[in-house]
């Protein structure tokens, strides 16, 4: 990270980030071109590892991206104001963000499938027990981002 003075290493602050954002951006690399998605998210922070489940159709082009190569770059990022002060004509955007690599898997455990619904759900607001129809549940897919690498920065 370039700007030293700006990096975040408090978990707190990072979790604070991550509670605030309502999507993440994942970016796909197949064959030398770049592909990217942004999805809403939820997660779970067990102390030693990050997971960001997301919910998606059972086929589409990022699934055929992540089955060529589920090693992604992820982005999340909140907290944004304009920061523009005319008697110097200076302008700038204040942010938090965050940013990671890691590996990108079809949750294929049915009950680990609806905790990462449950997470995504509890993420967005709801938090009385999600029920799933089996219809939907068959229609949905799951999919878990094991974090491997994170930083983040704030320019406030």
């Not at 980030?17 to 994942?26: G, T």
């Not at 197949?30 to 922070?45: L, S």
Request: proline content about 3%; hydrophobic content about 35%; overall charge positive.
């Amino acid at each position: 990270m370039r700007r030293k003075d700006r990096k975040i290493t408090d978990k707190h602050e990072m979790l604070d980030i991550l509670n605030k954002a309502d999507a993440c951006r994942i970016a796909f690399a197949v064959n030398n071109t770049p592909y990217i998605v942004c999805m809403n998210f939820g997660y779970e922070w067990d102390g030693k590892r990050l997971k960001l489940y997301f919910h998606c159709a059972k086929e589409g082009k990022k699934l055929d991206l992540m089955r060529r190569n589920n090693y992604v770059c992820f982005q999340i990022d909140t907290d944004h104001m304009l920061e523009y002060i005319p008697e110097i004509v200076y302008c700038t955007m204040q942010y938090k963000s965050i940013v990671g690599m890691g590996y990108l898997e079809e949750v294929t455990d049915d009950a680990e499938r609806v905790k990462g619904l449950d997470l995504l759900m509890q993420h967005h607001g709801h938090n009385a027990p999600a029920q799933y129809p089996e219809a939907s549940l068959k229609q949905t897919m799951a999919l878990c981002l094991k974090v491997s690498e994170i930083s983040a920065k704030k320019k406030a």
